[in-house]
C-alpha cells in the first residue's frame, strides 16, 4: 500500500519484526513518556503512526474500562495486526483509523493525550504537523513523542573507526545509508534534535526534552539488518548502494562480535503540553 507520509521503511510483516525489536530497545523510554504524560485510566490517548501495536499495547496497559486508544496508521495491514495482537490486552479499548497522520483530522476529536513514537521522522516538515497539532488539541492536552537520532552516535563510531577499530566500518556505513535515505526522501534522521525547541516555538507549555543512549547489541544489529532488507531495492534506485553492496553489508553485520559495539543510535523523549 502506497503510504501517504512517505513511510520509508517497511510495511510487512517481517517489518513487524523489525518493530517489536525496536519496541524492546525503546521500552524504558516508552514507559518513561507515558509517566511524562501520565497516562489515566480513563484518558482518550490518540497515538500517531500506531502500526502493528507495539507500543499501543503499553498504554492500553494503563487505561481502564473508560479509557481507549485511537491508532492512526495509513496501512490497513498493520492496523489488523495491531487490533489482534491488542485483543484482550488490559481493559483499555482500540479504536483503529485509518488515516494520514500528516494531517490532523477529526480522529482527534476529545483528545486527553497525543502521542507518537518514531514518526515524526517519517514525515516532511514535520514542525509544521507539530504546530498544527496545537492548534487542533484543547488546551492542556498533553502531547509527547520519542524519536530516534541517526546520527549524534555516528562521531564515536567514526572516531573508534579511525584510531584502530576497522571493524566498525559497517556500523559507519548503516549510519550513513540510513541518513542518506531520509534526506532523499526530504524527511529528517533527526528531528528529535530539534523537538523540544519546536515546540517552544509553536507554544506548548512545560516541555520537557531529555536524551538517551541505545545500547547496541545482537537485536540491534538483527534491526539493522532488516532495515537493509527492507530497502535494497530503494537503495539501489537511488544510486546509494548497490544490491550487492546491501549483501555484503548484511553480512559484515552479522559477523561483529557483540559485547563491545559502540551505539549507532539514540532516543529523543519529548513531552509537553498544549
Known amino acids: 500500500m502506497t503510504d501517504p507520509c512517505g513511510y520509508v521503511l517497511g510495511q510487512s510483516q517481517r517489518a513487524a519484526r523489525r518493530l517489536e525489536i525496536q519496541d524492546q530497545h525503546f521500552a524504558e523510554q516508552s514507559e518513561k513518556l507515558l509517566d511524562d504524560l501520565a497516562v489515566r485510566p480513563g484518558d482518550r490517548v490518540i497515538e500517531l503512526g500506531c502500526g502493528p501495536g507495539s507500543f499501543t499495547h503499553r498504554i ?8 481507549v486508544v485511537v491508532g492512526v496508521d495509513s496501512s490497513a495491514a498493520l492496523l489488523e495486526q495491531a487490533r ?9 479499548r482500540f479504536e483503529p483509523v485509518q488515516g494520514d497522520v500528516s494531517n490532523p483530522g477529526s480522529w482527534l476529536a476529545g483528545a486527553d493525550v497525543v502521542v507518537g513514537r518514531a514518526i ?21 492536552t498533553r502531547v509527547g513523542f520519542i524519536e530516534p537520532d541517526f546520527r549524534s552516535p555516528l562521531t564515536r563510531v567514526a572516531y573508534l573507526e579511525a584510531t584502530g577499530r576497522p571493524e566498525l566500518a559497517p556500523l559507519q556505513v548503516w549510519g550513513m545509508m540510513m541518513n542518506q535515505l531520509y534526506l532523499a526522501r526530504r524527511i529528517s534522521p533527526a528531528v528529535g534534535a530539534t523537538l523540544g525547541r519546536a515546540m517552544e516555538s509553536a507554544g506548548y507549555r ?16 538483527e534491526n539493522m539488518v532488516m532495515c537493509y532488507e527492507e530497502v535494497r531495492d530503494t537503495l539501489a534506485s537511488l544510486g546509494i548502494l548497490t544490491t550487492a553492496e546491501v549483501d555484503e553489508q548484511m553480512r559484515l553485520l552479522r559477523a561483529l562480535p557483540t559485547g563491545s559495539l559502540p ?10 503540553e498544549a
Open 206 to 221: 512545560r516541555v520537557r526534552s531529555e536524551w538517551y543512549e541505545a545500547p547496541n547489541d545482537a537485536l540491534v544489529l
Open 60 to 67: 492500553v496497559k494503563r487505561l481502564g474500562p473508560g479509557g
Open 263 to 272: 551505539p549507532v543510535w539514540g532516543i529523543f523523549r519529548v513531552a509537553a
Open 84 to 92: 489482534a495482537r491488542l485483543a484482550g490486552n488490559g481493559t483499555g
Open 120 to 140: 515524526l521522522h517519517h514525515i516532511p516538515m514535520a514542525e509544521f504537523l507539530v504546530g498544527r497539532l496545537r492548534a487542533a488539541v484543547r488546551p492542556g
